[in-house]
């Protein structure tokens, strides 16, 4: 098969490192890519959200299926489009159509989906632009801390915790007033979870499903989940509070209830679902649905699976995932992420990566490098992904930071705690 995967991040990398291991791979496409991806197929110069470009490029290259990694071209339609032109119509998209990318596109859209199909949730309510004032009127009914989003796409940055109702109040005024555009035109009020949280990622062809590996990602920049929120800088899998019986709860309040929910309402969903949890107390609480993987769980939970993903993506297509069995490795896998000095805030770009071809026992996974004049350097906040393998989580960390230690760029900075909240389950 000739597969053409969209992205240029680690999850990309990640998921491009994988299909390139597939004997039932013919030629692998990454557009946009990055030098990681390049190492294990071939980077196409196309922006993303240049549908027409995309479909031109799967006629040219004989493209057999089309994996789509972001969120933003499955929430503007990309998987319709295709649907809506007979020359690649037959060519199976992983990944929803708009209705479907609705889960992640709009947050009103999937707590409303949620309380419809019974699935636990936090209880909630939605304001538009001049409700400002309603808006301040239901925080005043709930009890810190205030859980405030911003309900379109906002780049990981449209939520806000808050213990202070002044900020909370002053944070739906900025929402309001066009923080993120259209996509805080509507803002989403809910009461807070308390618990610990882990991602399941699900693959399904809109009838079956496998559940892939459980992962715990680290989004605040600082040691001890301090300072702000990232993108993510670490990941682990397996999640080791997510025994047998959690998981089981997940899969019978939460996962069926999706998969079931989405073709009562007449959603043809092929893809991944990503379900961000809190697990409070042994009970899972769904959190929020993104309609993707995860970065930087991709970076660990990839690894982890034993079957091959080209056939995964292959049955999923064609409706036939129920056909498959998922395998999953025990070892643990975890990643530290290499950050650019000042992330995620401003940040200076274009510094060499050294050291890179000394790295041992662990994946190097690619998320903001580009090749300039044969060098390496840095191009965004996240820089690299160094994920270890081994059979027990400390040995898999030791592995992973002690890359970490040799890679050097000018502003390297890196969590030195990942992992160590997991400590007390395990």
């Known amino acids: 098969m000739n597969i053409l995967l969209l992205g240029s991040g680690g999850r990309e990398h990640a998921i491009a490192w994988k299909l390139s291991q597939s004997p039932k791979l013919t030629k692998l496409f990454i557009a946009p890519g990055n030098p990681g991806t390049a190492s294990v197929g071939v980077n196409l110069n196309i922006n993303i959200l240049d549908f027409e470009a995309i479909k031109q490029s799967v006629i040219d290259n004989a493209i057999d299926l089309v994996f789509v990694g972001p969120e933003e071209p499955l929430v503007k339609g990309i998987h319709d489009s295709f649907l809506a032109d007979q020359r690649v119509m037959h060519i199976p998209v992983i990944g929803p159509t708009k209705v479907g990318a609705q889960l992640e596109g709009s947050k009103d859209f999937a707590k409303a989906f949620m309380i419809r199909h019974s699935i636990p949730t936090a209880a909630y309510k939605s304001f538009v632009t001049g409700q400002g004032h309603e808006a301040k009127q239901f925080l005043t009914q709930l009890k810190p801390p205030y859980v405030l989003k911003a309900d379109g796409l906002a780049a990981g940055k449209g939520v806000v915790i808050s213990t202070d109702i002044n900020e909370a109040n002053n944070t739906i005024d900025e929402f309001f007033d066009g923080k993120f555009g259209e996509a805080s035109k509507k803002v989403v009020i809910e009461e807070f979870l308390k618990g610990i949280e882990l991602s399941v990622f699900v693959l399904t062809d809109g009838k079956s499903y496998v559940i892939l590996p459980e992962a715990k990602d680290y989004k605040r920049i ?117 950050v650019s000095g000042g992330y995620p805030e ?81």
């Open 222 to 338: 600082g040691d001890g989940d301090t300072g702000l929120n990232t993108g993510g800088m670490g990941a682990v899998s397996p999640v080791p509070f997510a025994d047998k019986a959690f998981m089981q709860k997940v899969e019978e309040r939460v996962i069926a209830p999706t998969i079931k929910g989405l073709a009562k309402d007449g959603i043809d969903y092929k893809g991944i679902i990503f379900i961000g949890l809190m697990n409070d107390n042994g009970n899972p609480s769904v959190i929020e649905y993104n309609v993707r993987m995860g970065d930087p769980e991709t970076e660990v939970v990839i690894p982890r699976i034993e079957n091959d993903l080209v056939e995964l993506f292959d049955l999923t297509g064609q409706g036939r995932l129920s056909e498959c069995k998922i395998r999953i490795s025990n070892q643990v896998a975890t990643a530290v992420i290499l």
């Open 346 to 426: 401003n940040y200076e770009k274009g510094k060499i990566i050294k050291g890179l071809n000394d790295v041992r026992d662990v994946i190097a996974f690619h998320a903001g490098t580009k090749y300039v004049n044969g060098d390496i350097i840095t191009s965004g906040g996240r820089v690299l992904a160094l994920t270890g393998l081994s059979q027990t989580a400390d040995e898999s960390l030791l592995k992973a930071y002690t890359a970490a230690k040799l890679v050097q760029y000018e502003g390297k900075y890196y969590r030195t705690d990942i992992g160590k909240d997991l400590k007390p389950y395990i």
